[in-house]
């Protein structure tokens, strides 16, 4: 078969090239943290890019840490040239004759003002360090406080909220009206001893009271639409399913109390000696009147 022949004919679309991220992509076995797994090319392409950029970013970071090192290198050998070109002039002038003069003070102490002096400084030394030991330890000590607290916290706002019903859900809104309940109470203990603090089983039936609360305030200025609107598709679902039961059960009352002829569009009813076919609309009028 020649060219020709595998060529499309004229006016026939040709058929459109697959891409080449459907194609099936060879695997490639590589070895990561002692482990063989198969990647595609592009997850190899993609890869490499990523350990390229880490590379070049730890190379950047090496480079720093090695001028520090040389820096450090130089101030241990007495070269201070460095700190000229980045301190200024009279700060470092400064620094240098505040540090000669108290060397000068020193020297013109006598061996015993020294050794005074030295277990002075010695002192201050081993006090801050233990002052900052004890920051640490403090702040430690806080810190799992802090998480003890507030794992006990979140226990009692879950429980709280379970005891309200089966019905009551852990929301975000409600437990920021818990904690704002238990924090108003706590206030208004500090300004008045007489006033306790609330537990968080009190303040979630406050939360939950005035959620009602401002529910029915909410229904008493919406309007039909906009309640439907506000409610979860499973409550419109069940109100709706309410209300067909209850017309139901009504026609089906209205059903047996009353004559079937009468009720019955489609037979004929007797009216001044004729018969006439009701219509619907009379049909659910006179439902409507004997339902009443």
């Known amino acids: 078969m020649d060219a020709a022949s595998e060529a499309p004919a004229q006016g026939q679309p040709s058929s459109p090239p697959v891409p080449p991220s459907d194609l099936e992509q060879p695997k490639h076995r590589v070895k990561i943290d002692g482990e063989e797994i198969e990647v595609t090319t592009d997850e190899l392409y993609r890869g490499y890019s990523h350990s390229q950029a880490a590379n ?11 001028q520090v090192n040389q820096i450090l290198a130089s101030f241990e050998n007495g070269d201070l040239s460095f700190l000229e070109r980045v301190v200024p002039k009279e700060k470092l002038l400064k620094y240098s004759e505040e540090n000669l003069q108290r060397y000068l003070d020193y020297q013109n102490l006598t061996p015993e003002a020294r050794e005074a002096l030295e277990v002075r400084l010695e002192n201050e030394k081993l006090k ?32 709280a909220v379970k005891g309200l019903g089966k019905d009551a859900k852990v929301t975000p ?12 109470a706590l206030e208004a203990s500090e300004k008045d001893p007489s006033i306790r603090p609330i537990t968080a089983k009190q303040a979630a039936e406050r939360a939950y009271r005035g959620i009602k609360k401002d529910f029915a305030e909410y229904l008493e200025t919406a309007d039909l639409q906009e309640v439907m609107a506000a409610l979860p598709r499973k409550v419109r679902d069940a109100l709706r ?27 004929l009813t007797e009216k001044a ?8 609309d009379d049909w659910f009028k006179a439902m409507e009147k004997r339902l009443k």
Request: glycine share 4%; charged share 45%; hydrophobic share 30%.
């Open 241 to 267: 399913k309410a209300d067909l039961e209850s017309v139901g059960a009504q026609i089906h009352k209205g059903i047996r109390q009353s004559d079937k002829a009468s009720i019955d569009p489609l037979r």
């Open 273 to 280: 000696g004729k018969k006439k076919k009701m219509h619907t």
């Open 173 to 184: 809104r409600l437990i920021r009206r818990i904690a704002e309940q238990m924090q108003a």
């Open 56 to 66: 070049r970013k730890f190379q950047e970071a090496s480079a720093i840490r090695d």
């Open 128 to 159: 801050s360090e233990k002052e900052e030991r004890d920051r640490r330890d403090r702040d430690a000590q806080l810190a799992k406080e802090e998480q003890l607290a507030d794992e006990q916290i979140e226990k009692e706002f879950v429980e």
